[in-house]
């Protein structure tokens, strides 16, 4: 008898509930007798005990949906250690939930901030395995994340319903993607949606190369620029503000967002006209693709054998086409990120789109 934790952390995906179907079905296909504890809403079910037993039956029918049955919240790591408003020592509390109810393993899905945690409860002593889940793809240790290709088609979706309306209307189009601190997300829907300016995190732009790169479209003959803005694109001014300079700034932001202030200047220093689309949470939503419905599921799959074995304090991710397990004390707060020098970014150059740099 094997008695399986579960929960999911963080910002929801597509796939998420794919994937807990594959640990379930892997275990039971096993012939394993298997409890499922679901902690709901993230870490704080565990923190509270507030917890589901699951049955076979929860787990039908749902590699199709989007979201996670077990719902999910944000609980960052920098507070784990602080006790809560009743003096709450969170770590200990899930710790006792853990042993209280004498399970085997956690099996946690999440992104950054959620492999931090598990990182912790790991060296606190409890047997956990994770699963690689978010938009931004910005997981180390991991090649491909689930959520990402889901989200990556409905970024692109937007782009292409942006790009027959631009074509009638000679004007400047900025779809805002999601990513405040990696520009995967933008760099792949950008490229899939033949945006010709793309701006990411990792590359600063400068609004003067922006406007030129506009200006030499139009010379061209082009009557539209549609551009793929990250939500954490960044200029190459402020990107030589210290931290504490750049949160300064932001203070007295007045713009709902990057692209409106990106629009701004264009519009001041071109006369251009510009408007914005932001699909926000809209790529975070709806079905899994079906490529992130069979990841999920081999991932899922891949972490019920790990559990069969006994074999924990892993990350089950995908490297080099293979699905590979990753010690989680490495993959802990590390973040994967677009470098300027990487190959797809040489190759979006040598066919013409603009970074702004
Ligand atoms: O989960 C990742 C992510 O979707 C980022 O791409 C985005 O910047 C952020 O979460 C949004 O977070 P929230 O849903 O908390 O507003």
Redesign the pocket.
């Known amino acids: 008898m094997k008695r399986i934790g579960m929960l999911t952390s963080?910002?929801?995906?597509q796939a998420l509930n794919a994937a807990m179907r594959g640990v379930v079905k892997c275990l039971s296909c096993s012939g394993e007798d298997v409890e499922i504890y679901g902690f709901l809403d993230g870490y704080k079910g565990l923190i509270y005990g507030d917890f589901r037993m699951l049955t076979g039956h929860d787990f039908a029918g749902i590699l199709t949906k989007g979201g996670t049955i077990l719902g999910s919240s944000?609980t960052p790591f920098k507070l784990m250690r602080e006790p809560d408003e009743n003096g709450l020592d969170k770590v200990e509390a899930m710790k006792q939930n853990y042993y209280k109810l004498k399970l085997d393993c956690m099996v946690i899905l999440g992104?950054n901030g959620t492999h931090k945690t598990a990182n912790l409860l790991r060296e606190e002593g409890l047997n956990v395995i994770t699963l690689p889940k978010?938009?931004?793809n910005d997981l180390w240790g991991t090649d491909m994340t689930f959520g990402f290709q889901s989200a990556v088609n409905i970024a692109t979706d937007c782009i292409d319903c942006i790009h027959t309306t631009a074509s009638s209307h000679a004007r400047i189009f900025i779809v805002e993607v999601?990513?405040?601190k990696v520009g995967w997300?933008t760099l792949n829907a950008g490229m899939a949606g033949g945006a010709d300016i793309i701006l990411i995190p990792e590359i600063p732009y400068d609004i003067n190369k922006v406007i030129k790169a506009i200006n030499e479209r139009e010379a061209r003959g082009s009557r539209f620029t549609i551009m793929a803005v990250a939500?954490g694109a960044i200029s190459k001014d402020d990107a030589k503000l210290s931290k504490k300079e750049y949160k300064k700034k932001m203070e007295n932001y007045t713009y709902p967002s990057v692209s409106y202030e990106i629009a701004d200047k264009i519009r001041k220093k071109s006369g251009k006209d510009v408007r914005v689309t932001v699909p926000g949470?809209t790529?975070?939503g709806g079905s899994p693709c079906p490529y992130d419905r069979v990841f999920a599921t081999r991932l899922g799959a891949e972490a019920g054998k790990l559990i069969l074995k006994g074999e924990y304090g892993f990350m089950v991710g995908y490297k080099n086409r293979e699905v590979v397990k990753v010690s989680l004390e490495d993959v802990a707060g590390k973040l994967k990120m677009v470098s300027p020098d990487a190959t797809i970014v040489k190759e979006a150059k040598m066919v013409g789109i603009s970074f702004g740099d």
């Open positions: 963080g910002g929801d995906c944000r992104g978010t938009i931004d999601m990513g405040h997300l939500e949470h790529q975070r």
